[in-house]
């Protein structure tokens, strides 16, 4: 297998769906604000 | 090097390039949104300082509307589509954050009755979708992709069961169009029932979870109701979309046993693959909520934070139905769907008003 074949091989094992995307992106908005980087979301 | 000819070049400019791409759509949905909270704001106070009778229209439905008054005059330019086809991305991050207004002791007791209402719920839909398509003579294949579409939930389960049972473009794109023209109608006339029948906010956030298809109308739904029913619908809505592989699965072996599609491997990872989740990611922050690892005005950014990302799908869900595409795609599998979509209707509704009088809730 050459590099290339193998570069794209991992590099779709790590492909993350929409809604894997999505979870990641909630939990960093949570712990962030856990930790008081955004104290007050206003609405 | 002929093996390396078949692989597409992965260029490391590319997720930067996709990132750009979706920036205007994005801001598109933003401003649209916003737009939509600011006319719910002023437009009730315009109407009580000069003392008209004005009904309280949510910012759901001014951002909806809009969307749609966008998409079917000048359309949405294709500067602007990569951005607007995020919005499922903000509606599943929003229904993760939303996780971290429910304990899990709730979700354990609602769950529990929404899990018994949900499998009567797909139960009874898949057999009389099936029976519906049987009658008006839909391809076998049409009629099953209807059947999850309308059982489990719209889009999302088309497009996985139209994978898993190698059924055609046309078919996945009949089913696809009149699940979302079906869920553009509920989204009208469910708030107007409820308000009709004076549905208690729990029976009819029930309702919607179980009956409106896509996720992104059926939370829209509960949102024109009331704050309280949204929560219930997306809690409803999201079991419902726990139970896609299973059904998927079923339909994949039932079609692989008729030889019209490919057989099911190895089952855990189908199942897997297919289960969405953002069902999890909702259940970890109701835990992490629910065992005070934020605390109160902590939660209550995160539930902020929800609606901003609801705000964006629900410009969204505006802007991605286009009613004269809707038409192109014909009336017969419309028709199945309305008439199914009906009896669905009808069904849950007789289902939620009963287990309220049995369980009190």
Known sequence: MSEQVKSAASSSRWKLSLDTWAVLAAFLAALLIRAGVFKHIPW | ?361
């Open chain 2, 1 to 361: 090097m002929a093996d390396a000819v078949s692989v597409p070049q992965v260029h490391p400019v590319q997720p930067m390039l996709r990132f750009v791409r979706v920036i205007p759509g994005v801001l598109l949905l933003a401003a649209i949104g916003y737009a939509g909270k600011l006319l719910e704001q002023n437009v009730g106070a315009y109407a009580k300082a000069h003392h008209w009778t004005f009904p309280n229209i949510e910012y759901v439905l001014w951002a909806i509307v809009l969307g749609l008054a966008i998409s079917n005059t000048v359309g949405v330019p294709e500067l602007f589509r990569a951005g607007v086809a995020t919005y499922e991305f903000w509606l599943k991050a929003g229904i993760v954050l939303l996780g971290s207004r429910f304990l899990l002791g709730d979700i354990l007791k609602l769950g529990g009755v929404s899990l018994v209402l949900v499998a009567i719920e797909i139960t009874g839909a898949i057999v009389f979708m099936t029976f519906l398509g049987r009658v008006f003579r839909l391809k076998p294949k049409l009629t099953s992709l209807l059947a999850v579409g309308s059982a489990v939930c719209g889009v999302s389960a088309i497009i996985a069961t139209k994978g898993a049972i190698e059924a055609d473009d046309e078919d996945s794109s009949f089913s696809i169009a009149a699940i979302l023209a079906l869920g553009a109608l509920a989204l009208f006339t469910f708030p107007l029932i409820g308000h009709f029948l004076h549905l208690s906010d729990r029976a009819y956030g029930l309702w919607a979870g179980l009956a409106v298809d896509n996720t992104a109308e059926a939370t829209a739904a509960g949102a024109l109701y009331s704050d309280a029913a949204a929560k219930l619908a997306v809690l409803v809505k999201s079991t419902r979309n726990a139970m896609i592989g299973f059904v998927v699965l079923a339909y994949a072996i039932y079609w692989a046993g008729k030889g019209q599609a490919q057989a099911v491997g190895n089952k855990a990872a189908f199942l897997w693959q297919k289960f969405p989740k953002f069902v999890l990611g909702f259940l970890v922050i109701s835990v992490l909520a629910t065992y005070h690892f934020f605390s109160k005005d902590q939660v209550g950014a995160l539930a902020n934070l929800s609606r901003w990302a609801f705000l964006l799908t629900f410009a969204g869900v505006g802007l991605r139905t286009n009613f004269k595409e809707m038409r192109k795609q014909g009336l017969r599998p419309f028709a199945v769907g309305a008439i199914g979509e009906v009896a669905i209707a009808v069904f849950t509704l007789g289902l939620v008003v009963g287990a309220e009088r049995l369980f009190g809730f």
